[in-house]
């Protein structure tokens, strides 16, 4: 079997199923019922929440975290707005007690911002967002360094779709085998910071122009050899903004980076050398069985 075969079967294998997304439909759907009932004061399942993030942009691996912005009326942000990091603190926690009608084990995050919640093996996060114009989102950022960002959230979405079209959808599949990767070698990247980094390693490359999964081998070569370049004191912008975006653990990072680059290197080598299944294994090393139960 080809390596190009064996990266298109494991790309298969990192799609969202159809059982999954009817149960995205049915969470999305029940959350639009409680914002626009609670703060809307109508019944209506079909506005005032957007899908964003890597579901959006294509780059989920299975669906293991999918995040949607809410909407709320202009009169929550007048209430909320100029208590600065109180206010987004408890606008927060006043869309939690809402959604936990409903959703009982709904919880804030880590970072403050958002309420998350878990339905049939997914999580799902929802960021509270006013709307300040057509494109514009004001949200909490409660533990940086303003209570409160103005972004247009989705303009990530339309620049990563651009170029994914532009790379005829190697980044976007590229960018979900990393995720995968990541998880693997317990690099601790965010996804919003491996789409990043995909996003700007296939900026000028020209093997990303190629359709199909011919050089994905030498994709994997490159692009840890990429970051290794950037160095642990480089940082990426989220696609589409100024917002930077950095590792938790850089110098962690560039270890696991030599050691699947240098892994990387001998699957090619061994591959070229008429060795396919000893250059498998060296992609499992990378993958876990995943990559050879397909």
């Known amino acids: 079997m080809s390596t190009s075969k064996w990266f298109s079967d494991f790309n298969k294998s990192l799609n969202i199923n159809e059982l999954e997304k009817i149960i995205i439909e049915k969470v999305q759907k029940e959350i639009s019922e409680i914002i626009n009932f609670e703060y809307w004061n109508k019944k ?36 909320y707005y100029i208590l600065g990091k109180t206010g987004a603190k408890l606008l927060v926690e006043d869309v939690l007690v809402k959604i936990k009608k409903t959703f009982l084990n709904a919880r804030i995050s880590k970072d403050l911002n958002k309420v998350l919640i878990e339905d049939n093996g997914i999580r799902f996060t929802i960021l509270p967002t006013f ?21 247009d959230i989705e303009r990530s979405i339309l620049v990563i779709n651009k170029r994914n079209k532009e790379m005829k959808n190697n980044l976007n599949n590229f960018a979900k085998m990393i995720k995968v990767w990541n998880d693997r070698n317990n690099a601790l990247l965010s996804e919003i910071l491996i789409d990043s980094m995909v996003y700007e390693f296939f900026e000028n490359y020209t093997f990303g122009k190629i359709e199909g999964f011919t050089y994905y081998d030498i994709y994997h070569a490159d692009f840890f050899n990429y970051l290794l370049k950037c160095g ?63």
């Open 44 to 79: 209506s399942n079909n506005s005032n929440t957007k899908l964003i993030g890597s579901f959006a942009q294509g780059t989920s691996i299975k669906a293991s975290e999918i995040e949607f912005l809410v909407v709320l009326p202009e009169y929550m942000y007048k209430r």
């Open 131 to 151: 709307l300040e114009d057509e494109k514009t989102y004001i949200y909490p950022d409660i533990i940086g360094n303003f209570p409160w960002v103005s972004q």
């Open 232 to 294: 642990p004191d480089y940082y990426w912008y989220i696609p589409g903004t100024t917002i930077p975006v950095k590792p938790r653990s850089p110098y962690l990072l560039q270890k696991i980076l030599k050691d699947s680059r240098d892994i990387s290197k001998k699957a090619i080598d061994l591959y070229l050398s008429e060795y396919p299944l000893l250059a498998r294994d060296e992609w499992i090393k990378l993958y876990g069985e995943n990559f050879i139960n397909l």
